[in-house]
């Protein structure tokens, strides 16, 4: 795999100590998928391309396994959490190393209709919204291991994270 | 294909007249890439399903033809106009159909470093910024015409959709 020494995303895939494992949920054979902050999207995920690239383009043949990665972890979070909806998103505007959001989006929310940046936003200026935005009912290692064990029942190519 | 009649994208993808001919990038086989309102991002498009689901999960086999054609169409706009970065995203909190937004970011663009719905959501009330939102240096019929060129150049599956 080839990696970038100044990239963020490559300094956390190259060094264990970086990631904590009660972050990562599964270890895929293109990406690894951490539990992201924000848990009052209850399964939140980051999954993040093994390889150093930006763009989907780059991945060359194996741009449809990360794909099917991406996939198989939001039915993951689908089967575990039953969001209302799925919101994918692969951006990079600020570490353009690939990795996908993948943020389930619940009725009880009053801004469901709006993607997820906004709230988040506000959370920079407001230290009550961003406590808000991290709790989830469920506790992190409970959603963790919920996970988990859907990927590893159905197979999921590669292993469990901690 | 399964269509639901209360779906404003399934009355697009049934009804010519619906879409125009001048928007319809091209007609895949899973899917139909249509130019974007938001042409300041040069080369925007917006990727419908033609089945009507609104998880990934839910196309079953057809899944990965689905994301294989997204990123045939995001390799097209890359090539045409060489943004510094592409935007994926996949969200349906409003109109749950699945459709991409495939959003090209430039390093002209201030904004460059945030989710491009920040700039979106000012345009609802300030029409001077909506004008310059909806505006490229190309015309959409050369925008449209490029995106063609490259997709019928590079063998992609299904049609030109003019």
Known sequence: MTLDPNCPFCKKLSD?????ASDVVWRFPHSVAVLGQWQQYTGYCILVSREHATELSQLGPNRAAFLDEMAILAEAIEACF???????????NQVPHL?????PRYVTDPDRQRPVW?????????????????TSPLSRAETLTMLQDWLAANN????RGA
């Not at 990795?99 to 943020?103: A, C, E, G, P, R």
């Not at 906004?118 to 991290?134: C, P, S, V, Y």
């Open 82 to 92: 039953h969001p209302h909806k799925l919101n994918y998103e692969l951006l990079g």
């Open 16 to 20: 264990p100590k970086e990631w904590p």
């Open 99 to 103: 990795h996908w959001h993948l943020f």
């Open 156 to 159: 999921a190519p590669g292993e």
């Open 118 to 134: 906004f709230a988040l936003a506000e959370a920079d200026t407001d230290t009550g919204e961003k406590r808000r935005l991290e």
